[in-house]
Nanobody, 124 residues
Framework: QVQLVESGGGLVQVGGSLRLSCAASGRTFSRSAMGWFRQAPGKEREFVATSSWIMWSSYESRYSDSVKNRFTISRDNAKNAVYLQMRSLKAEDTAVYYC??????????????WGQGTQVTVSS
């Protein structure tokens, strides 16, 4: 019954902004790492960002070099949700974006639960 559902994807122009949401249900993920990954056609899934629990209400965020300083991951434990704020979007950001929950890290193997994905298309 654990489920992660992404939303907020769509078509946006180069340089624009978009915020993705991921709503979790079935259990609380306040102490789990939450991550965002993406996969473009013909390419392997790649790491985008992660938010890892440290202690109490403290979290550490990490990003891939390709999105650092442009994307921001955040979470709202009261809503059991995680977000990805994307700005200064580039055509290379076009992909299906997935949210995930688990132990954490920059590899997909570190996450047990995955959402169905939401399409982000960046055009001129």
């Amino acid at each position: 019954q654990v489920q992660l559902v992404e939303s907020g994807g769509g078509l946006v122009q180069v340089g624009g902004s978009l915020r993705l949401s991921c709503a979790a249900s079935g259990r609380t993920f306040s102490r789990s790492a939450m991550g965002w990954f993406r996969q473009a056609p013909g390419k392997e899934r790649e790491f985008v960002a992660t938010s890892s629990w440290i202690m109490w209400s403290s979290y550490e965020s990490r990003y891939s070099d390709s999105v650092k300083n442009r994307f921001t991951i955040s979470r709202d434990n009261a809503k059991n949700a995680v977000y990805l704020q994307m700005r200064s979007l580039k055509a290379e950001d076009t992909a299906v974006y997935y949210c995930a929950a688990g132990i954490g890290g920059e590899r997909g193997e570190g996450y047990e639960h995955w959402g169905q994905g939401t399409q982000v298309t960046v055009s001129s």
